[in-house]
């Protein structure tokens, strides 16, 4: 039978393939066409919420699609001359790390590194996110975030393999932040959320007062998709064109189809499409050649995500 989206989307939700669901939207050529929230427990980046219900005006988090919007953040200060080139060296952006920069290991590494997430360093975020054992949060909670990331022992040369990387974005963050001479968040609010309409969101912080930039944002799923339909109208002025040109081309491999631009995941192939992926089942999917933007959010904290996958197939009919 051929279903409609609405009807597959519905199927899904009754027939239980995705716990854990909080929200959907869905907008096909720059206009809503689905919009479903849910109810279930939830968490603030390492705060409990207990249950809640959600709707049109809950903040969620969206976890690590934090990172496609600071790579979006990092488009918008290039093109206002406030931050370096990719091709910059990284450690030249943390002069207070003299140390490090004479590292002969570490000395060749550059913003796009970070971009890429192929900075080549020790990193493993596969301990939840709850554990210090996890480098992310072992990072949130040392006295310089900054210097723990650079300071990493060298695992391999730099810019031959993706390796997940919260530190590469908590850099970029920095980097930001000292480009433009004010926080990350105070950034997005008028540079990006704020020519969108969006003036509901936050941005958790760690204990030294710097936002987590690599998971920390919340928004409202439909302002989540917001940020997904200026990408697909490319940018719209906000966003520099040849920054999402060159942000969402495919760069290093992951597996098979499945590679990484600029802190966005690249599907290659006939229906291409770009991806901000987090923790908890948050999704964000642009499908280009279909005029298509998905928002899911999702309750699913360091376990499975197949029900953010499960409705996004339904979504696309595949």
Request: hydrophobic share 40%; glycine share 14%; with cysteine.
């Amino acid at each position: 039978m051929d279903m409609s989206m609405a009807e597959r989307v519905e199927a899904v939700l009754r027939d239980g393939r995705a716990p854990g669901f909080h929200g959907l939207v869905v907008m096909r050529g720059g206009e809503p066409v689905l919009e479903r929230y849910g109810a279930g427990q939830d968490r603030r980046l390492g705060e409990a919420l207990g249950h809640v219900t959600f709707d049109r005006d809950t903040l969620h988090d969206v976890r690590s699609v934090s990172k496609s919007v600071v790579a979006l953040l990092y488009g918008v200060a290039l093109g206002d001359g406030l931050v370096p080139e990719p091709g910059a060296g990284l450690l030249a952006q943390f002069p207070h790390y003299p140390d490090l920069a004479a590292d002969p290991g570490r000395a060749h590494l550059t913003i796009e590194h970070a971009l890429t997430m192929t900075l080549g360093l020790d990193w493993n975020e596969d301990a939840p996110y709850t554990s210090p054992a996890n480098s992310e949060i072992a990072m949130e909670l040392a006295p310089d975030r900054y210097r723990y990331v650079l300071e990493r022992p060298v695992a391999e040369e730099a810019g031959k393999r993706w390796r997940y990387c919260g530190g590469a974005t908590a850099l970029l963050g920095g980097i930001i932040a000292r480009g433009v001479g004010r926080p990350l968040e105070e950034y997005a609010a008028e540079a990006l959320f704020g020519p969108l309409g969006i003036t509901s969101f936050a941005w958790t912080k760690g204990g030294d007062g710097v936002v987590s930039a690599a998971a920390g944002l919340r928004l409202r799923p439909v302002d989540l998709a917001a940020v997904g339909q200026l990408v697909l109208d490319g940018g719209r002025g906000i966003v520099p064109a040849d920054w999402l040109g060159e942000t969402l081309r495919s760069r290093v491999p992951i597996d098979g189809s499945f590679t990484y631009g600029y802190h966005w995941y690249v599907v290659t192939g006939e229906r291409r499409r770009v991806l901000g992926i987090g923790n908890g089942g948050q999704l964000l999917a642009v499908v280009p050649g279909e005029e298509l933007v998905v928002a899911v959010t999702g309750g699913n904290y360091d376990g499975d995500a197949n029900g953010s996958w499960a409705l996004l197939a339904a979504v696309l009919g595949d």
